[in-house]
Nanobody
Framework: QVQLVESGGGSVQAGGSLRLSCAASGYTYSSVCMGWFRQAPGKEREGVATIVTGNGNTYYRDSVKGRFTISQDNAKNTLYLQMGNLKPEDTAMYYC??????????????WGQGTQVTVSS
């Protein structure tokens, strides 16, 4: 059974940093892609960053470019999101997701339970 378990969330002041981790288990083959999504109260879920497992290409939403870095340790089956210069608008529940086959689309992904990130001004 595929499992994705996030950790590393917390409360920080604006300008601070956090590193989220996502431990993946339950599959032995490489994922197609993995990503981080977030959802703030009253808002729709949005993609934050994605990494394509095969070639390492990364994609970020504009608002986090230059502040967040997504990375993947295939040996440890772990996905990371290094977040810097955090802003109050980054406050949200952050979810790890993995596409194991097919296209790298949210509809194809397995999801973790989420980790809360709260940034105070």
């Amino acid at each position: 059974q595929v499992q994705l378990v996030e950790s590393g969330g917390g409360s920080v002041q604006a300008g601070g940093s956090l590193r989220l981790s996502c431990a993946a288990s339950g599959y032995t083959y490489s994922s197609v892609c993995m990503g981080w999504f977030r959802q703030a109260p009253g808002k729709e879920r949005e993609g934050v960053a994605t990494i394509v497992t095969g070639n390492g290409n990364t994609y970020y939403r504009d608002s986090v470019k230059g502040r967040f870095t997504i990375s993947q340790d295939n040996a440890k089956n772990t996905l990371y999101l290094q977040m810097g210069n955090l802003k109050p608008e980054d406050t949200a529940m952050y979810y790890c997701a993995a596409a194991l086959r097919g296209a790298c689309l949210a509809a194809n992904m397995y999801w973790g339970q989420g980790t809360q990130v709260t940034v105070s001004s």
